[in-house]
C-alpha cells in the first residue's frame, strides 16, 4: 500500500495538537520526515497515527517522554 504523506500543518490540524509538538516529537524521533518540499517536510500519515497513539497511551500510565522514546525507538521492554 503506497505511503499516504502529509504535511506539518495537516498533523497539527487532524491530530489537534501544536506545531512545536510535531517539531519536538520529530527531534526526538518519534517521527520520520519521508520527504522535503522545501523548507516543509512530509510525514506518512499512518506512522504518525500508530506512533501518537503508542505516545498517548505511554503518557496516559505516566511514563515521561524520554523513558517513552527509549521504549519506542530502541526497543526496551516495559517493566
Not at 51 to 61: G, S
Amino acid at each position: 500500500m503506497p505511503k499516504k504523506l502529509i504535511f506539518s500543518k495537516d498533523i497539527v490540524e487532524k491530530c489537534n495538537i501544536p506545531y512545536s509538538t510535531v517539531t519536538h516529537y520529530t527531534n526526538m524521533g518519534f517521527f520520520t520526515v519521508v520527504k522535503k518540499q522545501g523548507n516543509k517536510r512530509l510525514y506518512d500519515e499512518n506512522e504518525i497515527g500508530a506512533q501518537l497513539e503508542k505516545i498517548r497511551k505511554l503518557t496516559d500510565k505516566g511514563y515521561p517522554l524520554r523513558l517513552i522514546r527509549e521504549i519506542l525507538i530502541n526497543g526496551e521492554k516495559l517493566r
